[in-house]
Nanobody
Framework: VQLQASGGGLVQAGRSLRLSCAAS????????LGWFRQPAGKEREFVAA????????YYADSVKDRFTISRDNRRNTAYLQMNSLKPEDTALYYC??????????????????????WGQGTQVTVSS
């Protein structure tokens, strides 16, 4: 599967953005999808993930209650709604996909090593 992330931009703190991850292929519905981010000069970190049928989601503590991950399997697209943005949310955001069911744990959905397909990043910059 090929992934294309979009929707990044420059916003003021407290505002919202919605990122999209469009996937190619006909088997989108079998993939666990994840969002990760990489601040400049830092390691890539987990943000959120969603199971193939959308039944379960998993979030990093830093974004819980502010970000919402969702997917539309008919449109082969996943979304990350980001509300109440903070300057520390500034990063390059990546979407990732893995063609299997991952459990909602830090070792599974929350691990970079769980995902074999990555898109290019989309930059999110939050000004104070």
């Amino acid at each position: 599967v090929q992934l294309q992330a979009s929707g990044g931009g420059l916003v003021q703190a407290g505002r919202s953005l919605r990122l999209s991850c469009a996937a190619s292929g006909r088997t989108f519905s079998i993939y666990t999808l994840g969002w990760f981010r990489q601040p400049a000069g830092k390691e890539r970190e987990f943000v959120a993930a969603i199971q193939p049928n959308g039944a379960n989601t998993y979030y990093a503590d830093s974004v819980k209650d502010r970000f919402t991950i969702s997917r539309d399997n008919r449109r082969n697209t996943a979304y990350l709604q980001m509300n109440s943005l903070k300057p520390e949310d500034t990063a390059l955001y990546y979407c990732a996909a893995e063609p299997r069911w991952l459990s909602a744990t830090v070792q599974s959905m929350g691990s970079i090593r769980s995902y074999g397909n990555w898109g290019q990043g989309t930059q999110v910059t939050v000004s104070s």
